[in-house]
């Protein structure tokens, strides 16, 4: 195994070289966020001598990751919390070769915003790199210092990590032979939900071309007057002030304790908007906040005056995103009419309105299973579709729906599906608790990756262009497009 050395701003990184792939693994693009950095914008790297490691992944932000049941969530989410203070870091795959002006793709991983890291097996970049292509994965503060707007600290600062990784990837891809004009930068769920916010942030404008937007859109965000609410509920269990004196007092374990006592569904938090929506369905409480200089606009405002025109935009959801969490929980199908209302009703003021627009209370049909429906439509689906109507530059939209065999083929087409297709890594996702189930199709996965690939090269695909009169979205397994109608409960959306 070679050792290819590359001379950065910052320094000197050796990395590895194994089957026909380069590896820079563990790579800083800010300095360690601790101490006085800990509640700071994400500050420049402190330039090193002599030869930096890169063969070793390295830490990654603080986290506690649970599984779902009969489910291998490891290749998805990667093994947890590797301790450690410098984890504001990047993997870079490239060919194992001499070629320059490669394009450049940026994945940011998913996870609710408190969980996920850049190592997660499924989302190794050596497949794009073997295709040609320069693979970027990063790290980012996530939960509380991450995402929680707390008095006197900079707002986003997840966000901004994000932002100073791409302006790192601009400043210094080159010397890795990446193009810096020809970013693309991809995510799925809160990645994408990332993703969607760095589209309509003046602060990203410039530091990438095109975006792919995977079981993501804009309309995952709060005011910051509403996330104070959850600062002071967590600063109440942790019985501390509400500041960052206060949170920056508190063990990274305990403050996970307290993490995961306000995220559990009994807890009495609510966080819904002056309209009674909440947008984030209880999925996550930390979310990026607007009104602030990352998101002076809600995204989805943003895009209607002209924001993010600039990028290209590939974005799409699967076809049962909710499955993932309500059918190995077993939810979906033990759920009564009028839990399911409430749970509904929680985050969707015309919950009754809702689910009986998706068939509650008809003869056969289980109530759990209106509300997945339903759900599928409002946390995903149809907040996509309305980032795809917004965005005024060029706009593909998808719909994933190969259907997983896994609990008796009820998984189906679920959240995090398409991953393993999309980075060409079905092995890690194949097997009796995988996510793909035994045989997942390889054609399907050299599909898409190839799909994914050509976007990020120039731009081009093969379907049309979506908008709100033809509604076209491409089905990647049928490949084929189709128009489609408007959603039962689009009336009932903010």
């Known amino acids: 195994m070679s050792q290819p050395i590359v001379s950065t701003a910052d320094g000197i990184v050796q990395g590895s070289a194994a089957g026909d792939v380069r590896r820079f693994l563990g790579v800083p693009y800010a300095a360690a966020p601790v101490g006085a950095n800990r509640f700071a914008p994400p500050q420049p790297v402190v330039p090193w001598s002599g030869v930096r490691d890169a063969t070793v992944t390295g830490p990654n932000a603080p986290q506690r990751t649970k599984a779902f049941p009969g489910l291998d969530t490891v290749p998805l989410i990667g093994e947890g919390w590797a301790p450690g203070d410098d984890y504001l870091t990047a ?5 194992d070769d001499h070629r320059t002006g490669l394009p450049v793709m940026v994945f940011i991983h998913g996870g609710g915003f408190v969980i996920g890291s850049k190592d997660a097996p499924v989302q190794d970049g050596s497949t794009f790199a073997r295709d040609g292509v320069i693979c970027v994965a990063i790290n980012y503060r996530m939960g509380v210092d991450g995402f929680l707007p707390i008095p006197g600290v900079p707002t986003n600062l997840g966000l901004r990590d994000m932002i100073a990784a791409l302006t790192w990837v601009r400043d210094g891809i080159t010397a890795f032979g990446g193009d810096p004009d020809n970013v693309t930068v991809f995510g799925e769920s809160a990645g994408a939900m990332a993703i969607a916010d760095l589209i309509a942030s003046p602060l990203a404008k410039g530091l990438f071309r095109r975006a792919i937007v995977q079981s993501g859109h804009g309309g995952m965000t709060r005011s910051v007057p509403v996330m104070q609410r ?17 949170f920056g007092s508190v063990a990274y374990d305990r403050l996970i304790d307290a993490v995961e006592a306000v995220s559990a569904p009994t807890a009495r938090i609510d966080l819904r908007d002056e309209a009674g929506h909440e947008p984030v369905f209880g999925i996550s409480r930390f979310v990026p906040v607007h009104g602030d200089d990352v998101l002076p606009q809600r995204p989805l405002d943003a895009l209607a005056n002209g924001a993010g025109a600039e990028v290209d935009l590939l974005i799409g959801t699967n076809a049962e995103e909710m499955n993932l969490y309500l059918v190995p929980t077993g939810v979906r199908d033990k759920i009564g009419r ?28 289980k109530p759990g299973q209106a509300l997945t429906d339903a759900m599928n439509d409002l946390v995903f689906r149809w907040p996509a579709r309305r ?51 035994p045989n997942p199709p390889q054609d399907l996965a050299e599909r898409m990756h190839a799909l994914w690939i050509r976007f990020a090269t120039d ?6 262009e979506f908008d709100a009169e033809t509604r076209q979205v491409y089905s990647l397994v049928r490949q084929e497009a189709r128009h489609e109608p408007v959603m039962p409960a689009a009336p009932f959306l903010p």
């Not at 009703?345 to 919950?351: C, D, E, I």
């Not at 731009?459 to 049309?464: D, E, F, I, S, Y």
Request: glycine share 14%; net charge positive.
């Open 387 to 437: 980032f795809a109507e917004a965005h005024k530059g060029r706009t593909h939209m998808y719909e994933f729906d190969w259907r997983s065999p896994m609990f008796g083929g009820e998984l189906g087409a679920s959240h995090g599906m398409e991953l393993p297709f999309v980075f060409d890594s079905l092995a890690c996702a194949t097997g009796d608790q995988g996510l793909c189930g």
């Open 459 to 464: 731009g081009r695909l093969p379907w049309g």
């Open 91 to 95: 993997n870079i795959w490239r060919p």
């Open 230 to 246: 959850l600062v002071k509920k967590l600063a109440k269990i942790l019985k501390i002030t509400p500041d960052a004196a206060g």
């Open 338 to 365: 009028l839990l399911a209302t409430y749970v509904l009703h929680k985050s969707q003021p015309h919950a009754r309105k809702v689910l009986k627009a998706y068939g509650i209370g008809t003869k056969g049909r």
